[in-house]
């Protein structure tokens, strides 16, 4: 079973930036695609950014295009959300997912839905306030 392990949320001024990691230590993540996404108090969960695998092609949302980067180390079994330019409603728990898609060259495409992702992390607390 993939456990994700998500760190590097806190609390920064607007105009700040946070360096997001998942970890899932032990497991080879060629074989998954990965997703961060967001959840504002009262709001539904949303995507903010997803990479595939082996072509590594992303998707990025509107809300945060041109200020986050998603990244992924395979070597290193991690993914990295990096976020500059933070705004107060950027402000949410963030979480990390994946989904397996096969040890394969195969080219699916981006999944950008909740439902789309199996294994989810426990979140971490992202807050901008001046």
């Known amino acids: 079973q993939l456990q994700l392990v998500e760190s590097g949320g806190g609390s920064v001024q607007p105009g700040g930036s946070l360096r997001l990691s998942c970890a899932a230590p032990?497991?080879?993540?060629?074989?998954?695609?990965f997703g961060w996404f967001r959840q504002a108090p009262g709001k539904e969960r949303e995507v903010v950014s997803c990479i595939t695998n082996r072509d590594q092609r992303t998707y990025t949302a509107d809300s945060v295009q041109g200020r986050f980067t998603i990244s992924r180390d395979d070597a290193k079994n991690t993914v990295t959300l990096q976020m500059n330019s933070l705004k107060p409603e950027d402000t949410a728990v963030y979480y990390c997912?994946?989904?397996?898609?096969?040890?394969?060259?195969?080219?699916?495409?981006?999944?950008?839905?909740?439902?789309?992702?199996?294994?989810w992390g426990q979140g971490t607390q992202v807050t901008v306030s001046s």
């Open positions: 997912a994946a989904v397996f898609v096969g040890y394969t060259d195969y080219v699916y495409p981006i999944p950008l839905k909740v439902h789309e992702y199996t294994f």
């Open positions: 032990g497991f080879t993540l060629d074989g998954y695609y």
